[in-house]
Antibody, heavy 119, light 106 residues
Framework: QVQLQESGPGLVKPSETLSLTCSVFSDSLGRYFWSWVRQPAGKELEWIGRVHPNGATHYNPSFASRITVSVETSKNQFSLKLTSVTAADTAIYYC?????????????WGQGTLVTVSS | DIQVTQSPSTLSASVGDRVTITCRASETIGDWLAWYQQKPGKAPKLLMHLGSRLQSGVPSRFSGSRSGTEFTLTISSLQPDDFATYYCQQYKLYATFGQGTRVEIK
């Protein structure tokens, strides 16, 4: 069974860049799109963007000017960078695997990591 | 952007009840809708996709249906493990989640 694990700083200062990495275990990145999803406390889920190991990326237009999602196949990892963060970016950030077909149906998820934006 | 509007936001029910949650898309999305279950402190779990196709291991008391742009998640007989928050998600164009429905004990 594939396992995903998010890692990165739990505290980021306003206006700085949030950087997270998702490590994938027991599966290859190769056949899937890999997504980032976030959830502010007590609120709904919000899809951020996704990456394929071939380099293709798709972003939520709400974030498109601030995010970069990239993949490092040699490490079986993919990453999220979100620039110019504010308190509104405080949330639990999840990484997740999408279906092989390319549909953004997320069948495997990491446990999530809380990122707080505060000075 | 494709929006999905989920209702109700909270639902109080008892074990054994039949429970229905509705999700309406802002435009035609075919069957490109998934349902997830999330328990406190946990990641969401995929229940079904294509509107009604159950994931392996999901109990058959869960079912889904569609009428036009309105989708329904039904739990035929609510079990103690089913008290959770449920989200719908369209994936015709990337992904948009509904606002969530919290199913609580009556």
């Amino acid at each position: 069974q594939v396992q995903l694990q998010e890692s990165g700083p739990g505290l980021v200062k306003p206006s700085e860049t949030l950087s997270l990495t998702c490590s994938v275990f027991s599966d290859s990145l190769g056949r899937y799109f890999w997504s980032w999803v976030r959830q502010p406390a007590g609120k709904e889920l919000e899809w951020i963007g996704r990456v394929h190991p071939n380099g293709a990326t798709h972003y939520n237009p709400s974030f498109a000017s601030r995010i970069t999602v990239s993949v490092e196949t040699s490490k079986n990892q993919f990453s999220l960078k979100l620039t110019s963060v504010t308190a509104a970016d405080t949330a639990i950030y999840y990484c997740a695997r999408g279906f092989e077909s390319g549909a953004t149906v997320l069948d495997q998820w990491g446990q999530g990591t809380l990122v707080t934006v505060s000075s | 952007d494709i929006q999905v509007t989920q209702s109700p936001s909270t639902l109080s029910a008892s074990v054994g009840d039949r429970v229905t949650i509705t999700c309406r898309a802002s435009e035609t999305i075919g069957d490109w809708l998934a349902w997830y279950q999330q328990k406190p402190g946990k990641a969401p779990k995929l229940l079904m996709h294509l509107g009604s196709r159950l994931q392996s291991g999901v109990p058959s008391r869960f079912s889904g249906s569609r009428s036009g742009t309105e989708f329904t998640l039904t739990i035929s007989s609510l079990q103690p493990d089913d008290f959770a928050t449920y989200y719908c998600q369209q994936y015709k164009l990337y992904a948009t989640f509904g606002q969530g429905t919290r199913v609580e004990i009556k």
